[in-house]
């Protein structure tokens, strides 16, 4: 049932003058800092400074509607239990996403600023940023995949969960083999790394396009159709018991990436031509 010698995984966490910092709080620090540092640089390369020197209050509306948004998703779609607000785990990404958009909306919007043209910078941004940010979830051993024996199995004795028998059927709901003591450890695939990997495919294939001569805000339709195929594929490895017979087997967030895909379709397509009300993404050059 289990891999001979696979990688055996610790979280990763340290105490400073009496404070627990864990891998998971440093990777998400992180991740909105290099957001934040993209963002400025990229809207200042494109002459928008006015928008640039706002970044950072974009940003904090970024960080709070992403926890909130991830909550409310968690217990609105996978625990149905409102105590789950103020616990530590439950930080879902399709949640945090849409949180994050809609707060980010009304900020740009009471700031009297061009949401299209913060959102063409924010896909390179959130990839970037996505890409360091899962990290903290291996620093942690939280969202991990299936069971699997093969090359680069990982055990999570200390995950959260833990990846042990007993866990992996309370939490989601994965069969138990006969003979297998409930304690025993059982080696699942790594997605976390998988994650890392896309994301920074992600934020490199939209770091090469952001020259594009299309209109602003075309760059965050390929965004999300680049998330949304990045999770779609990932939702296939993941240990998850919310998945749908009607839809062949597919998760609620797999449902979500391709209702994404289609967003970023759609936006994609909406901004192709630059036109009246519909910018290009450098600022005219004052003659």
């Not at 963002?39 to 209050?57: H, K, N, P, Y």
């Not at 940003?59 to 616990?87: E, P, Q």
């Not at 024996?149 to 709901?173: E, K, R, W």
């Not at 695939?189 to 805000?217: C, N, S, Y």
Request: aromatic fraction near 12%; glycine fraction near 12%; proline fraction near 5%.
């Amino acid at each position: 049932m289990t891999l001979a010698n696979p990688i055996i995984h610790h979280p990763f966490n340290f105490g400073i003058g009496g404070f627990n910092l864990t891998g998971f709080g440093i990777a998400v620090l992180l991740a909105f800092l290099i957001a934040q540092i993209v963002s400025e640089r990229e809207l200042a390369r494109r002459g928008r400074d006015i928008e640039a020197t706002a970044v950072s209050d974009v940003l904090f509306a970024a960080l709070l509607g992403t926890i909130l948004g991830a909550k409310l998703y968690y217990v609105a779609v996978v625990t149905h239990d409102v105590r789950d607000l103020f616990s530590r785990g439950g930080f879902v990404f399709w949640g945090g996403f849409m949180g994050s958009v809609a707060l980010c909306y009304l900020t740009i919007r009471y700031k009297k600023l061009s949401f299209v043209r913060f959102a063409d910078v924010a896909g390179i941004a959130i990839a970037a940023g996505y890409a360091v940010g899962r990290t903290g979830c291996w620093a942690v051993g939280d969202d991990y995949g299936r069971v699997y024996t093969g090359p680069l199995a990982v055990a999570f004795p200390d995950g959260a969960p833990p990846s042990t028998a007993i866990s992996m059927y309370q939490n989601f709901h994965v069969p138990m083999e006969p003979g297998v003591s409930p304690n025993t450890v059982l080696s699942v695939v790594p997605t976390q790394l998988m994650e890392v990997a896309m994301g920074l495919a992600m934020f490199g294939i939209l770091w090469r396009l952001r020259d594009h001569k299309h209109a602003e805000g075309w760059l965050f339709g390929v965004y999300c159709v680049l998330a949304g195929i990045e999770r779609f594929i990932v939702e296939f490895f993941r240990a998850k018991d919310d998945r749908f017979p009607w839809a062949g087997g597919l998760s609620i967030a797999q449902v979500i990436a391709l209702g994404i895909v289609l967003v970023g379709i759609v936006i994609m397509s909406a901004r192709k031509e630059v036109g009246p009300g519909r910018s290009a993404i450098s600022a005219p050059v004052p003659v």
